[in-house]
């Protein structure tokens, strides 16, 4: 599956450091850090009904990312939802809207991999299209990655960088196997997330999700988790093998930009996806969707 251009991004405008400009001219420095090594952090967010959905859980994890690696300069809470709120209404988005959020560490005074050559504060990035959940009524087939996601070993997934390789590498395993996304284990073989979502399962009406190890702890898994919890849903974080996905009930993937969609196909086995636990967690999630969220005034 891919994305389709949607003509209401013809002329939409990007706010970088305090300035909005038409897509086609909204543009970093080449010594800007995103370019020099993928060296930024950034949140998927999205607009519910003229309401940013948990956009405060999106803002902490943005700042704790960025003060895991080490930025300096950072812009406050006040100023990042003063430039979303500017972008949106600049834009007259209310509904249907994606906001792809990126902090670099800003740019260097001359290329290189030192953050000591970055002396001129951090770059804020406001990209915010108009796009509808993309799995929205779409089933997804997946495949199993060669490719590890990364353990804290080697990078800690709970930090939300931009420096994506390692998944992308994972998506192009499963463009070659012609199927929507891949699954990525960790290193000791057990199911982490897909390149792109957190994965769920259901086995005789409890749901299982992977321990957050290598896995993002994403906003949306952590809903799910919530959901359940609140509602008598008997839910367990272990660590999973890729056999028991082949042998679930029911199988789901959550995040931002696609919400909650159903797997039906993994590695070529067929998903039994008897249950309704799915049906009952996405109702609840969009009951949240239309009741929760900073509300958007202009």
Not at 39 to 52: F, L, Q, S, T
Request: glycine residues 6%.
């Amino acid at each position: 599956m891919i994305q389709n251009f949607d003509s209401r991004n013809k002329d939409i405008k990007v706010w970088i450091n305090g300035k909005l400009l038409h897509r086609d001219n909204a543009k970093v420095s080449v010594f800007d850090s995103v370019v020099q090594g993928g060296d930024a952090v950034w949140e998927g967010i999205r607009v519910y009904n003229g309401k940013i959905f948990c956009f405060d859980k999106h803002l902490n994890r943005l700042l704790e990312s960025a003060k895991s690696i080490g930025f300096v300069d950072v812009p406050s809470i006040t100023n990042i939802k003063n430039a979303v709120f500017s972008t949106l209404k600049a834009n007259g988005m209310k509904n249907d809207t994606h906001i792809r959020l990126t902090l670099t560490r800003g740019k260097k005074i001359t290329s290189g991999m030192n953050p000591k050559l970055n002396q001129f504060g951090t770059t804020l990035i406001v990209l915010a299209e108009w796009k509808p959940a993309i799995y929205q009524g779409k089933e997804l087939s997946l495949v199993t990655s060669s490719i590890r996601r990364l353990s804290p070993l080697f990078l800690d997934s709970k930090i939300h960088h931009a420096n994506l390789l390692n998944n992308i590498l994972a998506k192009i395993d499963a463009n070659n196997a012609g199927v929507d996304d891949a699954i990525m284990l960790d290193i000791d073989g057990f199911v982490a997330e897909t390149n792109s979502t957190n994965i769920f399962m259901v086995k005789n009406d409890v749901v299982y999700t992977s321990l957050p190890k290598a896995c993002l702890p994403g906003i949306t898994r952590e809903l799910v988790i919530d959901i359940c919890k609140n509602n008598n849903i008997k839910l367990i974080e272990k660590d999973i093998s890729i056999s028991e996905f082949y042998n679930a009930d029911e199988v789901f993937t959550t995040g931002t930009m696609g919400e909650l969609a159903r797997v039906i196909l993994i590695d070529n086995r067929k998903i039994r996806n008897k249950g309704k636990i799915l049906k009952s967690i996405k109702n609840h999630f969009k009951y949240l969707t239309q009741q929760e969220g900073d509300i958007l005034t202009f």
